[in-house]
């Protein structure tokens, strides 16, 4: 089992609708929770962090995170062409080393 | 403050030979993070120095070896190549407390 398992997709949304990414953990001793963004040919951008359970908003983007569950998921709003880009998980383990998961990619269709 | 950089940008090398690739932090960013992206593995933590000490490894041969530097400069070394280490090469720096990643651009690696 890998450690950050993300679907790899691609996941195809309407633009206007709500994009929905999911990442699964399996070190439960984990605390910290980003989620990345990578545009084709560029490096990966910070979008989101967590670190306590339930949700955080920031924009048109929220992070949920659900400790017991060992996901965390990000949604993102009114989904713009310009959101389409490989949406990268990475998890801080009890070790402190942050893991990543492969990305999914994520398509906007106007 | 300037952003990571990393030198250089684009590399050509044959099988066999050798290849040090260069990253210079954000200003007061003591950790330098290396990693390979394929689009086959996605990305894969190479290691992390912190201070000039080596403070996490990830599960690559030792042909792969890094260092720091007194003023957070870090160098990444690659000895005897592979086809198969042509790739993405990215470098993070960080404050020191392992949380948000900040990339440099990345030198892209093509081994004949």
């Known amino acids: 089992q890998k450690e950050v398992e993300q679907n790899s997709g691609p996941l195809s949304v309407p633009e206007g609708a709500i994009a929905s990414l999911n990442c699964t953990y399996s070190d439960r001793g984990s605390q910290s929770f980003f989620w990345y963004r990578q545009y084709s040919g560029k490096s990966p951008e910070l979008i989101m962090s967590i670190y306590s359970n339930g949700d955080k908003e920031d924009g048109r983007f929220t992070a949920q995170l659900n400790k017991a569950s060992q996901y965390v998921s990000l949604l993102i709003r009114d989904s713009q062409p310009s959101d389409s880009a490989t949406y990268l998980c990475?998890?801080?383990?009890?070790?402190?080393?942050?893991?990543w998961g492969a990305g999914t990619k994520l398509i906007i269709k106007p | 403050k300037a952003g990571v950089t990393q030198t250089p940008r684009y590399l050509i090398k044959t099988r066999g030979q050798q290849v040090t690739l260069s990253c210079s932090p954000i200003?007061?960013?003591?950790?330098v993070s290396w990693y390979q992206q394929t689009p086959g593995q996605g990305l894969q933590f190479l290691f992390e120095?912190?201070?000039?000490?080596?403070?996490n490894k990830g599960n690559f041969p030792g042909r792969f070896s890094g260092r720091q530097f007194s003023n957070s400069r870090s160098e990444m070394n690659v000895s005897t190549l592979e086809l198969g280490d042509s790739a993405l090469y990215l470098c993070?720096?960080?404050?020191?407390?392992?949380?948000?990643?900040?990339f440099g651009p990345g030198t892209r690696l093509l081994v004949l």
């Open positions: 200003s007061g960013h003591r950790s």
């Open positions: 993070a720096s960080n404050p020191g407390n392992q949380e948000t990643q900040y």
């Open positions: 990475a998890v801080n383990n009890s070790n402190y080393q942050l893991i």
């Open positions: 120095y912190f201070s000039e000490t080596q403070r």
